[in-house]
């Protein structure tokens, strides 16, 4: 495990800890709230690729699972954040110019499988006035959430970036 893993997993557990104790209980417009914790696997796939997106996501959804208040099957949001980890490394792997494209499809999807995964396990939160009200709203903030939590995540996981001095060929000239 290299330095930047270490520097990803901290950062992962920095985000759930602000999901919870901040995100969470913003008094926002409806009931809903962006979802960091998916936007943040997304951003980590998006950079490391669809094994390593799995990966983070399978470990960050389990933790989330396990952290009050879990109201669902263990596991349910491991399962969750690893496909959609997987999907947006795999996308970006196989296309890499649709970066952007997939982290905002990724924002958008994840809390339409979440639901399809809840109720497929028999969650009984799911109901015609989630699938109608909250759903949406979810998705909402996540979308709109998407663009500065994936460029910063990307920014982390990536590490500084040196640029190369480019000589150029030509001497600047004066026009005397």
């Known amino acids: 495990m ?13 985000v759930m800890v ?22 943040t696997v997304v951003g980590y796939a998006l950079v490391r690729g669809a094994v390593a997106g799995a990966v983070m996501g399978f470990c960050g959804g389990l933790l989330s699972d396990i952290l009050p208040p879990a109201a669902h099957v263990l596991g349910q949001y ?32 994840g809390p339409v499988v979440a639901v399809a995964v809840g109720g497929l396990l028999g969650d009984e939160r799911i109901s015609q006035s989630m699938l109608t009200t909250v ?12 663009p500065l939590i994936v460029w910063a995540v990307t920014r982390v996981v990536r590490g500084p970036r040196t640029r190369a001095l480019q000589l150029t060929r030509y001497p600047a000239r004066s026009r005397t």
């Open 2 to 14: 290299g330095g930047r893993d270490v520097v990803s997993v901290g950062m992962l557990l920095l």
């Open 135 to 146: 759903l949406p709203q979810m998705v909402l903030y996540n979308v709109l959430a998407a």
């Open 78 to 109: 491991a399962l969750v954040l690893c496909l959609i980890g997987f999907m947006a490394g795999r996308m970006v792997e196989n296309y890499p110019e649709t970066m952007q494209i997939t982290a905002l499809t990724c924002a958008a999807v």
């Open 18 to 39: 602000v999901q919870m104790t901040i995100v969470n209980r913003l008094p926002l417009p409806g009931l809903g709230a962006p979802d960091l914790v998916l936007l």
